[in-house]
């Protein structure tokens, strides 16, 4: 489970915290619960993480960090300084 921010403006999601949580399945080979203890070969068995839930603990109406840097280059492009890369 990841808690984070929620920018509604941009859509995007900033993680803040991670915390694992046990699916408790006895077919997950993840679980604590799996049956099969050693070396599983079971085809029954799951053998794949689901992804992660996003969970946001905080709403921005603004845009992230990352989308108002974007903007701002856009606007106003930097100027380069000679003999600088």
Request: proline share 6%; hydrophobic share 35%.
């Amino acid at each position: 489970i990841i808690d984070g921010r929620f920018h509604t403006e941009c859509s995007h999601f900033i993680a803040m915290s991670t915390k694992f949580q046990d699916c408790l399945r006895p077919n997950c080979l993840f679980s604590s619960r799996h049956v099969h203890l050693i070396a599983c070969k079971s085809q029954s068995c799951i053998r794949l993480m689901a992804l992660p839930t996003k969970n946001p603990i905080r709403i921005s109406p603004s845009k992230c960090g990352d989308c108002v840097l974007k903007t701002r280059d856009e606007v106003t492009p930097m100027v380069r300084v000679a003999g600088m890369r």
